[in-house]
Every structure is written in structure tokens, then in C-alpha cells.
């Protein structure tokens, strides 16, 4: 089995699953208790907390952990939307090709009178910052753009928005899920207020992830209880999860040059092969993406089927994000960069992961060629387009 899903989860490292197990087995005290078998496992805690920070030039303190990226996105948009609201500021800039984890924070925090902007974004699948900065009003509380789009995989000039945002005065939050470990990220350096992390995505354990808030951000509570994570967070820590988390963001971030370099030519290789498919198009900029992210689409085809058959054949792949994979629905990030209905619905994600070679990228290929001409030989929709009664449009 060829596993090409790497954006949806990974598979936990050997250093985060013996870490995990050294602490269930010997640490697993409260952190909250003051005996020194608790303490010990703050200790640990404490520890993650300081690898975690340094991995994207962060203070301890600045880190806040959480169940997944999912969560921290809520805390950080609906305490900036406070923040905002106590100032009188109740505006929202963000994105159409966004997480469902902020879209539908965004949706909500709309329906309690917020005003929310969500940019277009270009064919390349890339958000100006000019139009970012176009819309900056006095009303604007914040702006939440994410680093790298988990299904096109596009990197956005995080940097250039965030320097924006400082000079206007506004709040800057990006989800960057897909990003880290994949690009270097600082968040001074960037001028980040707030950042979103989850560790399943790295080689980590699920259920554990981060919420990078810059100090001097009043964070609203999205669980109340105890006074865990300085009160902002309540609920005894996943310790063994978070412990594993750290090692892994530590083991991945060491590795990244390397590793980067590595999928960049195994992704361009991918690519270049796939395009060789007639009526194909690859989604989102060539060069301004993760390096272990292929997005095509393949016009005349549904892309459940192509799914299913690539499963037959030994590749586990997606047609869309892993939260929207049961819908039937075409993905919004399709069709917030312009693709249309019928070409959306036959998108293909590869997401590769450190272990892929040439011969599985071989592999990809040519099974790819084998199932989408197998579709199109008895698709209705195709044998309109070759007769001329419809216009292609890849």
C-alpha cells in the first residue's frame, strides 16, 4: 500500500511513540498535583511547552495546548473577535478557501453581528496582500489567513499580511496545520499575533495540537474548569500526547531542509507526470506549494470513483480535506480558486510522505493514467465532450 494521504494524518514517528509510552508508563501523575509524582509530569509538560515554542521563536509562556487545530482556530478567532468587539471593532477578514474549522467560527460569530469579508482568491490559488490591506478598516478586529491550504497546498505570503496587519493595527492569525514543518516559521519575524497547530499532521499523536497566542492577548475560554494552561484551558493535560507532540515537531523541524528537498523532486516528478493526462489541470501554483503536495483535476470524471479504484490498485488518496471526504458536495477550495462544478467534482489530492520513492511516485502514475482513461471510456459526460456536445474546459 501506497500511502498518499499525508495531509490528512500521518503516521506517528518511532521517537513520539516511545516517547508516549515512557510517559504512560512512568509518568503518568496529575501535573496539577503538588507531590512530586505529579510534579514530574509538569516537568514534562513544561518541557514540551519549551520545545514547542522555540520550534517557531515563541516565548513558553505564548503556548497554549489544545485537543487539535481545529480548537485552537476557535479559541484564537473568537478571543480576537472579543477583543475586537470591546474595542467597537467588529469586523472579519478572512478567506473563501479557509479550514471548515474557521469558515463555520466566522459563520457563527457573523449570526452575533460581526461583519465578515471573505477574500476571493486567484486561479494560483494565492491571497494578495494588497487586497488583504484594501480592506482593512477602522472596524477591523482581525484577519485570519491560513499558511498553507490543506487541499491545494498553496503557501500564502504570511509574512507580507502579517506586516500589514501590525502597521494597521489589527490582530493577525494564521492556521498553519498544513504548514509546519514544511516551511520555517517565526512568528516574530513573521508578525504573527496567533498561530494554530495540530500534531497528527507531523508525525505526532492525534488529539494533541497548540494555540500560539503572542503575549498580551487576552484569550477567551472555550472550556471552563480547572486552571489548567494558566486558566485558558481547562481539563487535566494530555501529557504522554503532548510529550510525543513536542518530540515529533522537534524530530520533523531538524529534518526539514532535507525532507523538503527530498518530496520537492519527488512532488515535481508527480506532477509532471499527471499533467501528461489530456484534459488535466494541477490546482494551485506550481512553485508556491508544500513540497509534498499534488492536486489535480481530471475533467469527464467523478473523483469518489477514482478514489475507490486507486484503493483497489494500493493508493490510499483524497479527493478534498479529510473533514469533507463524505460529502458529495465539490470542494470549496475548487471553487473559490474557479473551477468549476463538473471539473471540482474530479479532483485527486496526493499528499507524499518522507518514506515515498520513485518507484511508488512510477507507480502513481501510471495508475492514475490507467483509472482516469477507464473512467472517461464510459462516462456520460466525457462522451459528450469528445463528440463536441459540450466545450471542454481543462
Given at each position: 500500500?501506497?500511502?498518499?494521504?499525508?495531509?490528512?494524518?500521518?503516521?506517528?514517528?518511532?521517537?513520539?511513540?516511545?516517547?508516549?509510552?515512557?510517559?504512560?508508563?512512568?509518568?503518568?501523575?496529575?501535573?496539577?498535583?503538588?507531590?512530586?509524582?505529579?510534579?514530574?509530569?509538569?516537568?514534562?509538560?513544561?518541557?514540551?511547552?519549551?520545545?514547542?515554542?522555540?520550534?517557531?521563536?515563541?516565548?513558553?509562556?505564548?503556548?497554549?495546548?489544545?485537543?487539535?487545530?481545529?480548537?485552537?482556530?476557535?479559541?484564537?478567532?473568537?478571543?480576537?473577535?472579543?477583543?475586537?468587539?470591546?474595542?467597537?471593532?467588529?469586523?472579519?477578514?478572512?478567506?473563501?478557501?479557509?479550514?471548515?474549522?474557521?469558515?463555520?467560527?466566522?459563520?457563527?460569530?457573523?449570526?452575533?453581528?460581526?461583519?465578515?469579508?471573505?477574500?476571493?482568491?486567484?486561479?494560483?490559488?494565492?491571497?494578495?496582500?494588497?487586497?488583504?490591506?484594501?480592506?482593512?478598516?477602522?472596524?477591523?478586529?482581525?484577519?485570519?489567513?491560513?499558511?498553507?491550504?490543506?487541499?491545494?497546498?498553496?503557501?500564502?505570503?504570511?509574512?507580507?499580511?502579517?506586516?500589514?496587519?501590525?502597521?494597521?493595527?489589527?490582530?493577525?492569525?494564521?492556521?498553519?496545520?498544513?504548514?509546519?514543518?514544511?516551511?520555517?516559521?517565526?512568528?516574530?519575524?513573521?508578525?504573527?499575533?496567533?498561530?494554530?497547530?495540530?500534531?497528527?499532521?507531523?508525525?505526532?499523536?492525534?488529539?494533541?495540537?497548540?494555540?500560539?497566542?503572542?503575549?498580551?492577548?487576552?484569550?477567551?475560554?472555550?472550556?471552563?474548569?480547572?486552571?489548567?494552561?494558566?486558566?485558558?484551558?481547562a481539563g487535566t493535560e494530555n501529557v504522554p500526547g503532548i510529550a510525543a507532540m513536542a518530540v515529533a515537531l522537534k524530530e520533523a523541524t531538524e529534518k526539514m531542509e532535507e525532507t523538503a528537498k527530498y518530496l520537492t523532486e519527488k512532488r515535481n516528478k508527480?506532477?509532471?507526470?499527471?499533467?501528461?493526462?489530456?484534459?488535466?489541470?494541477?490546482?494551485?501554483?506550481?512553485?508556491?506549494?508544500?513540497?509534498?503536495?499534488?492536486?489535480?483535476?481530471?475533467?469527464?470524471i467523478e473523483g469518489e470513483s477514482l478514489l475507490l479504484l486507486l484503493d483497489e490498485k494500493g493508493i490510499a488518496a483524497s479527493s478534498g480535506s479529510a473533514c469533507t471526504s463524505g460529502s458529495l458536495d465539490p470542494s470549496h477550495v475548487l471553487l473559490a480558486?474557479?473551477?468549476?462544478?463538473?471539473?471540482?467534482?474530479?479532483?485527486?489530492?496526493?499528499?507524499?510522505?518522507?518514506?515515498?520513492?520513485?518507484?511508488?511516485?512510477?507507480?502513481?502514475?501510471?495508475?492514475?493514467?490507467?483509472?482516469?482513461?477507464?473512467?472517461?471510456?464510459?462516462?456520460?459526460?466525457?462522451?459528450?465532450?469528445?463528440?463536441?456536445?459540450?466545450?471542454?474546459?481543462?
Open positions: 500500500m501506497i500511502y498518499a494521504d499525508n495531509a490528512a494524518t500521518t503516521k506517528m514517528s518511532d521517537l513520539a511513540i516511545a516517547k508516549m509510552v515512557e510517559v504512560i508508563d512512568d509518568n503518568y501523575g496529575n501535573p496539577s498535583s503538588l507531590y512530586r509524582f505529579g510534579q514530574r509530569a509538569k516537568e514534562i509538560l513544561e518541557t514540551a511547552r519549551e520545545e514547542v515554542a522555540s520550534v517557531i521563536g515563541a516565548e513558553p509562556r505564548e503556548i497554549l495546548f489544545t485537543s487539535g487545530g481545529s480548537e485552537a482556530d476557535n479559541q484564537a478567532i473568537r478571543s480576537a473577535a472579543l477583543i475586537g468587539k470591546e474595542k467597537g471593532k467588529t469586523h472579519i477578514i478572512s478567506t473563501k478557501f479557509e479550514h471548515h474549522a474557521v469558515l463555520h467560527t466566522l459563520d457563527k460569530l457573523e449570526k452575533e453581528g460581526f461583519e465578515i469579508t471573505l477574500l476571493d482568491v486567484h486561479e494560483d490559488g494565492l491571497v494578495r496582500p494588497e487586497e488583504v490591506a484594501a480592506v482593512i478598516t477602522d472596524k477591523t478586529a482581525l484577519v485570519t489567513i491560513m499558511y498553507a491550504n490543506n487541499e491545494i497546498g498553496t503557501i500564502q505570503p504570511i509574512a507580507e499580511i502579517g506586516k500589514i496587519c501590525h502597521e494597521k493595527g489589527v490582530l493577525f492569525h494564521t492556521d498553519a496545520v498544513q504548514a509546519i514543518t514544511h516551511v520555517p516559521i517565526n512568528v516574530v519575524e513573521q508578525n504573527i499575533d496567533m498561530l494554530s497547530a495540530s500534531g497528527h499532521k507531523f508525525h505526532g499523536p492525534k488529539g494533541t495540537g497548540f494555540l500560539y497566542a503572542r503575549k498580551g492577548i487576552k484569550l477567551s475560554n472555550l472550556i471552563e474548569g480547572g486552571a489548567q494552561e494558566r486558566g485558558k484551558r508527480l506532477i509532471a507526470g499527471l499533467a501528461e493526462i489530456e484534459h488535466s489541470a494541477l490546482n494551485g501554483d506550481a512553485k508556491k506549494r508544500l513540497p509534498s503536495n499534488v492536486n489535480f483535476c481530471f475533467e469527464g480558486i474557479g473551477r468549476v462544478h463538473d471539473v471540482a467534482h474530479g479532483s485527486l489530492r496526493l499528499s507524499l510522505g518522507e518514506d515515498v520513492t520513485d518507484e511508488d511516485i512510477d507507480y502513481m502514475i501510471n495508475a492514475v493514467k490507467e483509472v482516469v482513461t477507464y473512467l472517461r471510456s464510459f462516462s456520460p459526460i466525457w462522451r459528450d465532450l469528445v463528440a463536441g456536445k459540450k466545450q471542454f474546459i481543462l
